[in-house]
């Protein structure tokens, strides 16, 4: 089973990690978190001991088919190009940052891309996110 990647745990990854495992939408074991400073993990991997640490984004993307960028715009190129010849088509790469168009991620990787834009009422469990996805991205009818 594939799981769910992250790379980032700066103040937006942090706060959607902890908000999606602590409201059950998903489950520690599905999760891989990458950061550059991994002590910054210790935290949530004592309440989470399931959740799998790694300083390595290729480990990551070789074992996720869905990878969250909660990187910097500057470095969110490179993070991609850098994971490239562990992404294959199947590979959904979701990113926050709002100055950094689909096209331009769509230029570095041709597969699913998502943007996210959060707002901040989002800590308080309230909140309207804006959702852009590329032509890639197949929205499934809950009826087929």
């Known amino acids: 089973m594939s799981k769910i990647g992250f790379i980032g745990y700066g103040s937006m990854g942090s706060l959607i990690i902890n908000e999606l495992l602590s409201s059950n939408a998903l489950k520690q074991g599905e999760i891989i978190i990458s950061n550059r400073t991994t002590n910054k993990l210790s935290d949530i991997k004592k309440e989470y001991p399931e959740i799998e640490i790694t300083e390595n984004n290729l480990n990551l993307a070789d074992k996720c088919h869905i990878i969250f960028l909660f990187v910097s715009t500057s470095a969110v190129k490179d993070v991609i190009k850098e994971m490239k010849p562990y992404l294959s088509k199947n590979s959904h790469i979701i990113y926050i940052s709002a100055g950094l168009t689909i096209e331009t ?17 989002s800590k308080v469990h309230e909140g309207v996110s804006l959702v852009c996805h590329s032509e890639e991205v197949v929205m499934m009818n809950q009826n087929s």
């Open 105 to 121: 991620v769509k230029s570095i990787f041709q597969g699913k891309v998502t943007k996210i834009i959060p707002s901040l009422t």
